[in-house]
């Protein structure tokens, strides 16, 4: 049966509707969440206040909204990059497993030998580990032509089982009484904080900055030309002398090596030594980030700094409300959702199919 309506595509979409599209996301969640949380028993509008306000309120919160953006906004960039090309990246939380246990090796074998230069070392490790993690599926890709989003996305799940075999077996802290951790980092081996007495460490203005580079890069470089390009017009970049497997392999090793610098940038932080714990799902959170920031480097920071909101304000609402800790990922979920399907209407139309006795009068 012949549906009455299909997609059209618009001929130029509105740019005003496109930037607005996240803020629409962003209000539909909170409205839509509040009804479907009221609806099974909680309260919805505290759900949503404490989610998405309280961590903005709460001026001790701020300090947490940093820490929780820094690696959102770093993978974020890195993955809008690979993405302009048309090269989905989808293990990013891989690749920062990998640049996290790369950067742990430095720390534990330079402990009590380290100095000014151990935390250089351990940025450069970090960025080698994820980097090596992302050739993989980009020499599958260019050499046998295997979908990087299946190979990538596998991958993540082998570097979870390699945290859990190192922290137990070769780098289990033998003062740990029995915990699967490794030892504390010696203090060359942690982030300084920025600010006395909060846990702002200096990978939140890192950050910051590496988002203004990627943006200066993909604005005013032939290297962000070249992924435009690629991405928007393959058979032109062709044509324009821009190899496709060249692009693959550079979106790739540089949304891993900043995925992996988030790693690093995260375990010489927050946790101050590798454990089970350390995947957090930011590289999965990230793609969201890079979407609702639309792929460019100075959005992904405002849309880090709202996926850290759902994550502190989760954090608040289980302790205020009772509210499970699934929910913040339903509210990034929803979000997520909201954001696709704006897309798609604002860059087709619904058009109404005329009845076969219709289009022949």
Do not use: C
């Not at 792929?295 to 700094?305: D, E, K, M, T, Y």
Request: proline share 5%; glycine share 12%; aromatic share 10%.
């Amino acid at each position: 049966m012949m549906m009455p309506f299909r997609l059209e595509k618009r001929r130029d979409p509105s740019q005003v509707m496109i930037y607005a599209t996240p803020v629409a996301a962003v209000l539909l969640t909170m409205i839509v969440g509040a009804i479907i949380f009221s609806l099974i028993g909680f309260d919805g509008v505290g759900a949503v206040r404490e989610i998405f306000l309280t961590p903005l309120t709460n001026s001790f919160k701020w300090q947490d909204l940093g820490v929780k953006a820094a690696p959102l906004i770093i993978i974020g960039v890195g993955l809008s990059i690979a993405y302009r090309a048309n090269v989905w990246n989808i293990g990013a939380e891989g690749q920062y497993i990998m640049g996290g246990l790369a950067a742990t090796w430095v720390a534990l074998s330079t402990h009590g030998m380290g100095g000014w230069w151990t935390l250089p070392l351990m940025g450069i490790a970090g960025m080698a580990g994820g980097m090596a993690y992302a050739a993989i599926p980009a020499l599958l890709r260019t050499r046998l032509n295997v979908n990087e989003i299946l190979t990538s996305l596998m991958l993540t799940y082998a570097s979870v089982q390699l945290i859990y075999y190192l922290v137990r077996a070769p780098w289990k802290d033998p003062m740990g009484m029995g915990f699967p951790q490794t030892r504390r980092f010696a203090s060359e081996a942690l982030l300084p904080n920025i600010f006395p007495g909060t846990i702002v460490h200096a990978g939140v203005p890192i950050a910051i900055i590496v988002a203004l580079i990627a943006w200066f890069v993909m604005s005013r470089s032939v290297f962000g030309y070249q992924m435009k390009v690629v991405g928007a017009a393959p058979h032109a970049a062709r044509y324009g002398g821009f190899s496709e497997n060249k692009t693959i392999w550079l979106a790739l090793l540089v949304s891993g090596g900043l995925a992996g610098l988030a790693g690093m940038l995260e375990v010489a932080g927050p946790f101050q030594r590798m454990v089970p714990g350390f995947p957090t799902n930011y590289g999965f959170t990230a793609i969201i980030v890079a979407f609702l920031g639309r792929l460019n480097p100075l959005g992904v920071i405002f849309a880090g700094i709202v996926m850290a909101i759902t994550f502190v304000g989760g954090e608040v609402a289980q302790t205020t409300i009772g509210l499970s800790s699934s929910a913040t990922g339903v509210f990034q979920a929803m979000m997520l959702f909201f954001l696709l399907a704006g897309d798609i209407l604002v860059r087709y139309r619904i058009k109404r199919l005329a009845p076969q006795g219709e289009a022949r009068a």
